[in-house]
Every structure is written in structure tokens, then in C-alpha cells.
């Protein structure tokens, strides 16, 4: 069986993705990915092969991007980047080669991630099945938004121009999340399986530094922004000014392009890098403070770890209401960005024990799920069946 995976340009998105496709090679299949040339060294870095398709962004169309998502309200951020970046530019620059593509290649099934749309409509004109791996929070109204962008993309390939959020996942869903943390009022669909989230977040040489065998024997607080928004410093200062008088260990990554020297001096207990692995990190800490994007919530509920969540954009405030719904988290509002809330919150979640038992109810309830073996035996059935696969 030939896969083919297709994800947005980021971290964020490939990570995620690895577990299934090693999996998939374990198994036997051949596996490539389909991405923008610019993040394929990014992708084969991980072992795997990469077609390049599409166009990345110009630094000048980013920035006018950016300057016009700025205008909104934070509510519409969200949307605004669905419809004119994920089901805009970049679905109509990759649309063509990722077609082109999937004709010669002849993948059985293609696997997109929740937020990428050229895969799905590539399968939809080849007649491949399709799966969606569940990156983020599920947002119908956010599906719903896609529609128009989606329908002038149908029609550029051949499509009948009808489009409904139900043909976007209407053969297989896999959600590497708990059933707990799903928002109630926003339901997957009738095809989402769940299974047992798999952190991925090591590439090439990366590995853990040998001063963390060396901490003190206090509580460990790991802070980060993600891979994307740690470009806000001024949170980071807000978190080290909190916190690094404290008596715990502070680790902060602040991302691979940001220079560490440029917080200045910091105690020893204080340890500022650009990037650590959170899959080695995790197991030598004790709370978490995150943006709330899925991949570091995932990772910590995995872990058993409580959080603070500084939630920004993107999914990361209905990331950050489930945490809270689970009592697993304490959330910090844009206007509560301050030292002084960062460091109550922290000693509460550090403090309280009913964070870290709920925390650890999460973590049994994600460790009895099924495995990525399961996902594979979906996506076998899947290639050969060709119809939609409903949980039993």
C-alpha cells in the first residue's frame, strides 16, 4: 500500500503526523509526504520522502498577510487564516503539483492533516479515499467557513462545485485525543476514531541537554510558546520575572531562530535554549506552562503533567477551555499577562494536588486507547474497502 501524507508547512503539523507514518513503514507500506519545497529538508530529516508541491509564501505576502489578520478581532483570527491561507493561497498553489503528483506516484490513500485541504480534494478527483488526522481542536463552524474557498478549487480541477463539511472527513477521522477533552458542543464526525496520542518532536541530532540529569531536587517548571508564536517575548519575560526567584528549576525554549543571550543574565536555576524535545524533556518536569497548542497540550496529558496555559491564537483557547473544563490547567487571559498572575498560577498548579490527579486520570484514560497499530489496520481497511469506516 502506497500513502501519501500532505500537512501545512510547520512543525506543528508534521510532528503529529510521524508516529503514523513509521508506523505504516513498520507495517510494511510505502509512505511520502507532500509539502512546499521549503519545509521538505524539514521532513526528510525525519527519515521519510518528500514531494515538493506549491509555493511558500513570500516574506512581503506574509507580512501583508499578517498586517490584515492583525486588524481583526481575535475571535476571527482563526477563520481568516482557514479561509484565505489554509483554503486560499496555499491550497491553490499546491492543488495542481500535489494532482500531478498523485497521478504519477498513484498513492492507495492519501492522509491529510485537519487543516491542509489539497489532499482532499486530489483524492476527491482520483476517487482515493482520504483520512484526516485530528491536529487541532474540532471547529465546525471553522469547516463551514472553507466551503466557498473549496468550491472554486473544485471547480478548477473538474469537480462538481457542491461541497459539505461531512465529504471533508467522510471516510475516516483519526483524533489522537481523549474523548474527555473533545468540546461537547462541538462533536466529531461519525467517522472519528479516537486513538492513543503519539509525541513526536525530535528531528535530525537533536537531543536533551546533559544539565538536566544535574537539576536541583526542587520541581521542574518548563515554559514554551510552541514553534510558532515565540516570537511574543514579551511573555517570556513575563515568565522568567515571575518565576526565577522562585524555588523550582525553570526551563525555557524560546525557539530555534531566537538567541537565548538575548533575555540577558539569569540565575542558575534558570535555563533558557532555543529548542529542546519535549518527548525527552517532559518526563524530568513537573508543570507545564504552554500557548496551549495541541501538540504540547497532548504531550503533557500524555505525560500526566498540569499546566498553565497562556493561550494566543489559533486553537489554543478551545485547547485551553478543555484543560480548564478538566480542571488539569489554569488559564491566563491576554490581560492577565503579567508576572505576578504567571506566578500565582504556577505555584496553585505546583501546589494543589487535584491538578495533577486530574492530569493523571487524562494520562490513563489516553494510554487505554488504541494504538497507531490500530490506526494502520484502519487505513489498510480503508485502501481496500473504500467506504467509510464507522467506530463499532
Known amino acids: 500500500m502506497r500513502v501519501l501524507f500532505t500537512h501545512q508547512p510547520g512543525f506543528g503539523h508534521l510532528h503529529p503526523m510521524v508516529p503514523l507514518a513509521r508506523a505504516l513503514e513498520e507495517a510494511g507500506h510505502e509512505v511520502a509526504f507532500a509539502c512546499v519545497p521549503t519545509f521538505c ?9 518528500c514531494f515538493p508541491v506549491g509555493a511558500s509564501e513570500t516574506d512581503e505576502e506574509m507580512k501583508q498577510f499578517r498586517a490584515r489578520q492583525a486588524k481583526l478581532p481575535f475571535e476571527e483570527w ?11 493561497f496555499r491550497a491553490e498553489r499546491s492543488l495542481p503539483d500535489t494532482l500531478d503528483l ?27 479515499p482520504h483520512a484526516t488526522m485530528q491536529l487541532a481542536a474540532y471547529r465546525p463552524e471553522l469547516q463551514r467557513l472553507v466551503s466557498e474557498p473549496l468550491i472554486r478549487l473544485r471547480k478548477s480541477i473538474g469537480l462538481p462545485p457542491e461541497q459539505d463539511v461531512d465529504s471533508l472527513h467522510r471516510y475516516l477521522m483519526l483524533s489522537p485525543r481523549p474523548h474527555s477533552f473533545q468540546d461537547p458542543a462541538s462533536p466529531l464526525p461519525p467517522t472519528a476514531h479516537a486513538i492513543r496520542h503519539g509525541g513526536f518532536n525530535a528531528s535530525a541530532d ?5 544539565w538536566v540529569d544535574d537539576l536541583p531536587d526542587r520541581p521542574t517548571i518548563y515554559a514554551t510558546l510552541g514553534t510558532v508564536f515565540n516570537n511574543l517575548t514579551d511573555i517570556f519575560v513575563a ?14 525554549t524560546v525557539g530555534r531562530n531566537f538567541d537565548p543571550a538575548t533575555f540577558g543574565p539569569q540565575p542558575p536555576s534558570v535555563h533558557i535554549e532555543r529548542y529542546v524535545p519535549q518527548s525527552l524533556l517532559l518526563p524530568h518536569c513537573d508543570v507545564v506552562i504552554t500557548h ?32 480548564a473544563r478538566l480542571g488539569v490547567a489554569r488559564v491566563i487571559s491576554p490581560d492577565q499577562r503579567t508576572p505576578e498572575a504567571i506566578r500565582e498560577a504556577t505555584l ?6 487535584s491538578y495533577k490527579q486530574h492530569a493523571e486520570q ?7 486507547l488504541p494504538d497507531w497499530d490500530y490506526a494502520v489496520k484502519l487505513l489498510e481497511r480503508l485502501a481496500v474497502e473504500k467506504a467509510p469506516l464507522l467506530p463499532e
Open 206 to 210: 537533536e537531543h536533551l541537554p546533559k
Open 348 to 353: 496553585d498548579v505546583l501546589q494543589n494536588p
Open 239 to 252: 515568565i522568567l520575572e515571575g518565576l526565577r526567584d522562585e524555588p523550582v528549576n525553570l526551563i525555557l
Open 41 to 49: 529538508p524539514t521532513i526528510e530529516a525525519t527519515g521519510f520522502r
Open 78 to 88: 482563526a477563520g481568516y487564516m482557514w479561509v484565505h491561507s489554509f483554503a486560499g
Open 102 to 128: 498523485a497521478r504519477t506516484w498513484q498513492p492507495d490513500l492519501i492522509v491529510r492533516d485537519l487543516t491542509e485541504f489539497s489532499g482532499y480534494l486530489v483524492a476527491e478527483s482520483l476517487g482515493l
Open 292 to 323: 496551549a497548542g495541541s501538540g504540547t497540550v497532548m504531550d503533557a496529558l500524555s505525560h500526566g503533567l498540569p499546566m498553565v496555559t497562556i493561550p494566543i491564537a489559533a486553537d489554543q483557547w478551545p485547547n485551553a477551555q478543555s484543560c
Open 362 to 368: 487524562i494520562r490513563a484514560e489516553m494510554d487505554a
